[in-house]
């Protein structure tokens, strides 16, 4: 698969910041060419790469920050084994809640909720065929 980058000016886009995109094949010979859904991507130019390098350096030294800070504060409740364990798993933690937040919007046990359904309609169906006591003749 290869890939083809084409660099336009800012203001291609327009004030509603959309882009139409139309595609021509020159090619002498009819040739088919497909591109699969999302194939095709608009990437806007975000600064050079010493600004993207610098920003992922004061990300990371942030983290690293925040470790510290957590080190220090579990050895001050516990002791450094605990301490220990305690930081990493905050860490670990933390680095792990987009995954925790996109597994928690999904209906992951649907077939839990499809047998809650079927047993309540059994029941409404068995509460409604009992069968009424019948009047007693006097």
Do not use: W
């Amino acid at each position: 698969m290869s890939s083809h980058t084409l660099r336009l000016p800012a203001n291609t886009a327009g004030a509603e910041r959309v882009l139409t995109v139309q595609y021509t094949n020159d090619h002498p010979e009819p040739v088919t060419i497909i591109f699969p859904p999302g194939s095709i991507q608009v990437l806007p130019y975000a600064g050079s790469f010493e600004a993207n390098l610098a920003r992922a350096l004061v990300i990371l030294f942030f983290h690293l920050a925040f470790l510290g800070a957590v080190g220090v504060t579990a050895g001050c409740l516990f002791s450094m084994p605990v301490a220990a364990f305690f930081s990493l798993f905050t860490m670990i933690l933390l680095k792990f809640i987009p995954y925790i937040e996109s597994m928690a919007g999904r209906d992951v046990l649907s077939f839990v909720n499809d047998a809650k359904k079927r047993i309540a309609e059994e029941v409404k169906a068995a509460a409604s065929k009992k069968k009424k006591p019948k009047a007693r003749k006097k």
